[in-house]
T-cell receptor, first 112, second 113 residues
Framework: AQSVTQPDIHITVSEGASLELRCNYS??????LFWYVQSPGQGLQLLLK??????LVQGIKGFEAEFKRSQSSFNLRKPSVHWSDAAEYFC??????????FGAGTRLFVKA | DTAVSQTPKYLVTQMGNDKSIKCEQN?????MYWYKQDSKKFLKIMFS???????INETVPNRFSPKSPDKAHLNLHINSLELGDSAVYFC????????????FGNGTRLTVT
């Protein structure tokens, strides 16, 4: 069965610093990969997705993610973090069916 | 115009009661879902429906009964509520399966006392 691991429960970065959130998946083939963001009291919003092709994908709000097949990873990055980026971030996978599985989430704190 | 809307936003009730959560999407999507988010923010799929047909039932207790009267609606009825049912319940929809991103409602926070 597929699984998703986000090794970092929480991360703190300074405003203006770069960010990388880690995600590893377990699946025999390449799944469909997603990153979502959840602000307090809100539902999840899609940041970006990877299906095939270029392994570096661009998303909304200045985020990007890189798919590395050899490492079964799909890490999320942002060159310069803004205070408004403080939220919970979820990596998710789908293997083609009706079931999307989410990682445990990484809480991002941004300090001034 | 809210894409995926669920009501109520908050629900506080006592153990043993029966309650319902309603969800509607105006995106024209074929697939709808219920997810449960626990106090540690872990998201677990409960049900998925495609064109009103139940596709996934993730070993959820049969006290939980989803109903999809049409493609745009997916309601969740919970009987004999237990303390462990306290969580945030999210409704979501997608165009179809697999590579279709999920569109989430803002959640219903259920507290069972």
């Amino acid at each position: 069965a597929q699984s998703v691991t986000q090794p970092d429960i929480h991360i703190t970065v300074s405003e203006g610093a770069s960010l990388e959130l880690r995600c590893n998946y377990s699946y025999g083939a390449t799944p469909y990969l997603f990153w979502y963001v959840q602000s307090p009291g809100q539902g999840l919003q899609l940041l970006l997705k990877y299906f095939s092709g270029d392994t570096l994908v661009q998303g909304i709000k200045g985020f990007e993610a890189e798919f590395k097949r050899s490492q079964s990873s799909f890490n999320l990055r942002k060159p310069s973090v803004h205070w408004s980026d403080a939220a919970e971030y979820f990596c998710a996978v789908n293997t083609g069916g009706f079931k999307t599985i989410f990682g445990a989430g990484t809480r991002l704190f941004v300090k001034a | 115009d809210t894409a995926v809307s669920q009501t109520p936003k908050y629900l506080v009730t006592q153990m043993g009661n029966d309650k319902s959560i309603k969800c509607e999407q105006n995106l024209g999507h074929d697939t709808m879902y219920w997810y449960k988010q626990d106090s540690k923010k872990f998201l677990k799929i409960m049900f998925s429906y495609n064109n009103k047909e139940l596709i996934i039932n993730e070993t959820v207790p049969n006290r939980f009964s989803p109903k999809s009267p049409d493609k745009a609606h997916l309601n969740l009825h919970i009987n004999s509520l237990e303390l462990g049912d306290s969580a945030v319940y999210f409704c979501a929809s997608s165009i179809d399966r697999g590579n279709s991103p999920l569109h989430f409602g803002n959640g219903t926070r259920l507290t069972v006392t």
